[in-house]
Structure formats: C-alpha cells, structure tokens
C-alpha cells in the first residue's frame, strides 16, 4: 500500500512539474472559482487604449480532461473577468482560443 502511495505520489509531482505555466508580464495572478474548478486569471493591457490580453489557466492538474466542457468553463471565466474589465461596456475580441485547458484572448472595450 505504501509502495502504491508513494508511485501516485511521485507520478503527481512529475506530471505537476510538466504543466507549463505562461504568465503575462506586469500581470498578477487572480483566483477564480467557476462550477467549482478552480481557475487563475492574468489580464493586462496591451499598450493600446482600451485592449487587454487575458489568459485563464486551470489552477489544478486535469486527468483525462473533456475540453468541450473545459473550453466553456474557461470562456465562461473569461466572459466574466470581461465584462468587469470593461465595466459593463460591450467588448469585442480580436483573438480568441484554447490551449489545451487554457484560454487566451485579446479583447477590446467598445465605446457606447
């Protein structure tokens, strides 16, 4: 039993080391919790006014992942962190898709 604890254990910490994480620089981190999946966001701008770079990460390891459901969890992360970025204005995207469980997209708050 703990021969089989310790073989789960080290295949966690491998597998843990191989998930490569793609922080956005000058972004911090934020914690978000959505259907119960724990996700972290990173949004920053892109230097031209009212556009914004985000990346919505999973923040645990996903075995045998469906990325249907896993794509809408992370737009649904995404449409929230959105529409609070851009204060209930409508936004646009430019860019838009999935990196495995890992959303990215660049969006732009519209003027009203």
């Known amino acids: 039993m703990k021969l089989a604890m310790s073989c789960l254990v080290a295949a966690a910490t491998l597998l843990a080391?191989?998930?490569?994480?793609?922080?956005?620089?000058g972004t911090q981190a934020e914690p978000i919790t959505v259907e119960g999946r724990k996700f972290t966001v990173r949004v920053g701008s892109t230097?031209?006014?009212?556009?914004?770079?985000?990346?919505?990460?999973?923040s645990t390891m996903v075995i045998n992942p469906d990325y249907e459901l896993e794509?809408?969890?992370a737009r649904e992360v995404a449409r929230r962190?959105?529409?609070?970025?851009?204060?209930?204005?409508?936004?646009?995207?430019?860019?838009?898709?999935?990196e495995g469980v890992n959303y990215k997209s660049v969006f732009s708050c519209l003027q009203t």
């Open 17 to 25: 080391g191989c998930y490569k994480v793609d922080p956005l620089e």
């Open 81 to 98: 962190i959105m529409e609070r970025t851009c204060k209930g204005r409508p936004y646009s995207q430019a860019v838009e898709g999935m």
């Open 71 to 73: 794509a809408e969890r």
């Open 47 to 58: 230097g031209v006014p009212n556009q914004y770079r985000l990346l919505v990460q999973r």
